[in-house]
């Protein structure tokens, strides 16, 4: 008995250890003699995920059904999306004037709307 539950034990921390989290790239600072991790920048396809889930909720950005509606109304837009996981430290502040970035945001909201 102990043998079996010291395995499923193993094999849970042996898949748990594999999981990536949501996609998030580490973004290094320039600083000369060694860089740092200064922050982790999402993918757009994780930032619209967590929209969708209503992790921006607090910034006024709501989730789920009520997200995509927002969305196809005009009231909350990848840049609004962009915006409120800057405040959240969820990207770089420079991302929120980056096009391809941006694109790519409406993009994954397209598809979801689209499922």
């Known amino acids: 008995m102990k043998l079996a539950?010291?395995?499923?034990?193993?094999?849970?921390?042996?898949s748990i250890a594999d999981v990536p989290t949501l996609g998030v790239e580490i973004?290094?600072?320039?600083?000369?003699?060694?860089?740092?991790?200064?922050?982790?920048?999402?993918?757009?396809f994780n930032l619209v995920y967590l929209?969708?889930?209503?992790y921006f909720r607090d910034?006024?950005?709501p989730g789920?059904?009520?997200?995509?509606?927002?969305?196809e109304a005009g009231r909350v837009s990848a840049?609004?999306?962009?915006?409120?996981?800057?405040?959240?430290?969820?990207?770089?502040p420079e991302t929120a004037t980056d096009r391809g970035y941006l694109r790519a945001?409406?993009?994954q909201i397209e598809s979801l709307r689209k499922d």
């Open 27 to 44: 973004a290094a600072a320039d600083s000369g003699k060694n860089s740092t991790p200064v922050r982790y920048q999402l993918r757009p």
């Open 79 to 92: 840049e609004d999306l962009v915006q409120s996981a800057v405040k959240k430290n969820k990207v770089s």
């Open 64 to 71: 789920y059904s009520a997200f995509l509606a927002a969305y």
């Open 5 to 14: 539950i010291l395995g499923g034990l193993s094999v849970l921390l042996f």
């Open 51 to 54: 929209a969708y889930q209503g």
């Open 105 to 107: 945001v409406k993009s």
């Open 59 to 61: 910034q006024g950005i």
